[in-house]
């Protein structure tokens, strides 16, 4: 019953099945929506709104937009790409993302997106949180400056690991991410690099530690070819550069 | 018994009251503080033990609440009201001077632990303000002397019980009546209207009738009954919305007060006609003071047989109700989030669909009406669809309760057929100077005198029914500020747009108020209002830049004479940045300060 289904996004026909959403859809015929708490892997969450479209002229998030027949969606205009472009520019002043000293630099979807929505500065004034830094584990670090909330570690712990190391808490601009332990320290919980938690981060809030800068800048995940043709960093090997575990 | 023992006991003890149910967990913890003042994190452990529950998700639940405390607090805990009508009542003389009686700071604890003074959105007692709450109690109609009073009654640790009446008095203040307020109601008579007639006719009155969502969104509820009587579930539920958190309105408050059975009568007539046997009314935390009275009201209506097992008798007919009571969100009025707290979670918005009406409570089909909505629905069942129909406008049917509070003589309730000017409420009240008047709320619209001719309807004005009257002697800025300041409070921080969006909108409101702002920040706003109202996951975003670009429409000159001449201003103050080095350094005298001309010298090329 399903294989005559389809919407129309930006002019071309896109065919679904029953169960997908716009974001799924599009994902699986080639057509990029820029996304940053949205993974394949895992239900819609809705939380970034960076993939906002417009379904029959309404303005929604494509990751919790069920697909349904006759749709016309719209993806790449400049009314979406500037308010793309305005919650890129909130998310990187609310916490400290420091791209020239950051690690993550080139391979880092949150970087990446904002390149792809025409994102040159900040725009808003910075906020310029203090958050500190937990390096009390051995392998991994996590550097709060750079969490964005999209919860895609808070996932993964809780679904797939079956850890439920992480969290967020706290209401509004107070919400923050969390790990489940008394101390509050990665290095007290059985967190390992080989956690799903460990590779779903979309930028460099969770860190491999004793190493950095193997692949120097200029050859780095996003240096040469834009998000939309690379792919988010869960979902390219290690190898090259991204963080899919092999 | 060793201390730590007593702290299991008494957590034990209150779990097992609310049957050991995870659902349950706000109200545990209420329950918990209510006892111990505060949630430690042991307490919060113990908590999680006994429910079998990560640790995590309850401090999640502990920090989401603005009325839960995860730090110590003093043994009374005072809330002032903070919202522009208690403003206008002059709360912060207030506040400043309860807080310098007592010797503590805004949002402190006294080193005694005996008191805590701070302030909270509004508590829903603007027509009998200024406002505030007394661990969890309303204070109503505070004055200089009554907080004299209220410095010796906390130091000499006079129970609260032992406080005069008076000072907890609420009253109705119902200056107008139509047919919700005006026509008595006899208790039982819509329940026999359904047994007779069968829910298939009392559905197709509530068709007849037009009765839409009286909350302020205006869905027609017999369309969210109907989809919920047809939704397959192993059990439906039916909630009452009480969570009435819109700044300035205080309707649903008088209508749990006064009219308490009318609500309940309507949620088990929907029980009935949807195939529920389980309600719950989730009363917003500023009104637990009307606690004792909502359950003795629902002990009398069990005990005449109007509640619980075989209803009037009807084998069958099961239907009983629980109250949940709200600890300080806001978005808890989202009916998605109130679902969600209703389940002991914190309250964010779920993505929709699916709707409630189908996945609600416990992922089951569920209806959400408002506490106007039930009342009217009883009425309905009893009169007809089309005695309900011939009042109001041809797209909103029937009459709308208005919270009147602000600027004007005899704030209080008033109940309209919809279709209603302003200009005629404004004259009703006796607001002979408005300039202004905020409807339907800080998410709702702020209108100039032009527009008093409008009318209050779906069609044109839609409101939940708060109504607050700027006079000519108001800044309207005070009111924006004020609604902007409420939002970052009030925002859950789940979507980008609105945790962060609040927040940025805070400060370019504020660098305006200042008289730091400029042509350019007023471009800003917009902007990023804009942004907000389309990007947001929920309503509570998407409305929260209205008080800001309504009053840039509507009032353009009170931010005109705001703007400073330049065409640009920087949003960081240059001086007050170099205190730390000045800190640092040693440093006090004159020449470690920027003084403003330098500043301006500085700035040209």
Redesign the interface.
Known sequence: MSEDQSFMLDGRRVPFQDGQTVMTAALAAGIYIPHLCFNPEFAPHGSCRVCLVKVNGRVQAACATPAASGQIVQNETGELREIRRGILQMLFVEGNHVCPACEKSGACQLQAVAYYVGMLAPHYTHFYPRRPVDASHPEAVIDFNRCILCELCVRASRDVDGKNIFAVQGRGIQAHLVVNTTSGKLGATDFSLADKAAQVCPTGAILTKHRGYEIPIGQRLYDRKPISVVGDVATVAESKGGRRHE | MAESDILTQTIHEIVQRHGGAPTRLLQILRDVQDRLTWLS?ETMDRVAEELDL????V??VA????FLYTAPRGSYDVLFSDNITDRMLGNRELLHYLCDRLGVHVGETRADGRVTVGTTSCTGMCDQGPAALVNGHALTRLDKPRLDRIVELVNRQTPLTEWPREFFEVASNIRRADILLGRHFADGAALRAVLKRRPEAILEEMVKSGLRGQGGAGFKSAAKWISCRNAPGEEKYVVCNADEGEPGTFKDRVLMQDFADLVFEGMTLCGRVIGARQGFVYLRGEYRYLLPSLQAHLQRRREVGLLGSDILGEPGFDFDIDIHLGAG?YVCGEESALIESLEGK?GVPR?R?PFPTTHGYLNQPTVVNNVETFAAAAKIAVEGGAWFASRGTAESKGTKLLSLSGDCERPGIYEYPFGVTVRRVLEDCGARDAQGIQMAGPAGHMISARQFDRRICFEDLATGGSFMVFSHRRDILDGVRNFAHFF??????????C??????LR?LVTKVHTGHGTRYDLEEMR??GR?MQ????CGLGQTAPNPVLDSLDQFPEAWERRLRSTAFEP??DLDAALEQARQLTGRSDPDAYLREEELMLGAMP
């Not at chain 2, 970052?488 to 747009?497: A, I």
Request: proline share 10%; aromatic share 10%.
């Open positions: 994190p990560s640790p995590i998700k401090r999640g920090e989401f609440y603005s969100a914190h993505i669909p970052v409070h009030e925002s859950c921080g789940f979507c980008t747009p945790r962060v969006g609040t927040s940025l400060d902007k990023l942004i389309v990007a947001c996951h949003a960081f």
